[in-house]
């Protein structure tokens, strides 16, 4: 498993979502081991599985950066937005490049754990944006497509040096 970074097909394509059997399935606690190891060690608070080329519907947050604070979403589905937020947001995929973007401050936000049980939750302020950030991986939707014209002017070169590093 390994990290891929804008333009590599892999983040744009269309994920499935996990069965309660696989939830609770070795396999997938260890392929969310490897998720973890490389989310830290990336210093990073969320990592979604199209960004490991996997393409399932489950995604990692780590809004404190701390494995103690990791939490594992499958199958997430946003029931409720309150408020908006602009704030500043960076990729994995996308190393070097911050762009504002707005998100919902509050969210309720429904989901399967990896005891196989539905959860819903209400998370605000940054756990709130890690979730919606993490979650716009699972629909293909990248930084890219979020980010404002202006911020676009201002990132194209970077955008440009990172497609001609993966040639
Ligand atoms: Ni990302």
Known sequence: ????????????RKTRPITVEEATSAE??????????IMHQSDGVGLAAPQVAWSVRLLLISPAGTRESDELLLN?????????VVGEEGCLSFPGIYVQVERAREIDVEFLDDQGQIRRETRKDFAAR???????????????????????????????????SSD
């Open 1 to 12: 498993m390994e990290l891929v970074t804008y333009p590599h097909p892999a983040l744009l």
């Open 28 to 37: 997938l606690q260890a392929r969310v081991e490897e998720m973890r190891e």
């Open 76 to 84: 997430p589905v946003i029931k409720a937005r309150r408020g908006k």
């Open 130 to 164: 890690v979730i919606q950030h993490e979650l716009d991986h699972l629909e293909n939707i990248l930084l890219l497509h979020r980010m404002s014209p202006a911020d676009r002017v201002r990132v194209k070169r970077d955008l440009e040096a990172l497609s001609q």
